[in-house]
């Protein structure tokens, strides 16, 4: 799996892309790397591009992965936007992220479209 982090230091954001298959392996490093980057910088969003990922790990990693943000340092205020490719099995996976997410008290929303999640994600930005 291809992956790609950065962190956008005027938008206080990380933008994670994954493509391909995404293993269970892979999504522990990825996110691992993540968080390191997300509590170095201080960032304040999260940008997570899924559009080319042709399949994700499995709901039980998913699910303890987020269960663990909190004793990984990733703060509640966070917010993450979610961009998935728009298949049933894409959108499936991204709304079990959200429900996850949700769950645990962070503020997590899936979209189709990445227009859409940088409108939400930025909603409060000029405030």
């Not at 992965?65 to 990984?72: A, C, F, G, P, W």
């Amino acid at each position: 799996m291809p992956w790609e982090i950065q962190y956008v230091p005027e938008k206080e954001t990380l933008v994670v892309a994954a493509t391909g298959a995404v293993s269970d392996e892979e999504a522990r490093d990825l996110t691992g790397r993540a968080i390191t980057l997300l509590t170095e910088n201080h960032a304040t969003r999260v940008l997570g591009d899924c559009c080319g990922m042709q399949s994700g790990p499995s709901f039980g990693v998913v699910y303890w992965l987020v269960n663990d943000y909190s004793n990984r340092g990733v703060p509640k205020q966070i917010r993450i936007a979610v961009v998935h490719a728009g298949s049933p099995q894409a959108a499936e996976f991204a709304h079990f992220y959200e429900t996850v997410c949700f769950n645990r008290q962070y503020e997590v929303k899936a979209f189709r479209d990445r227009t859409a999640a940088e409108a939400w994600l930025y909603l409060d930005a000029a405030a």
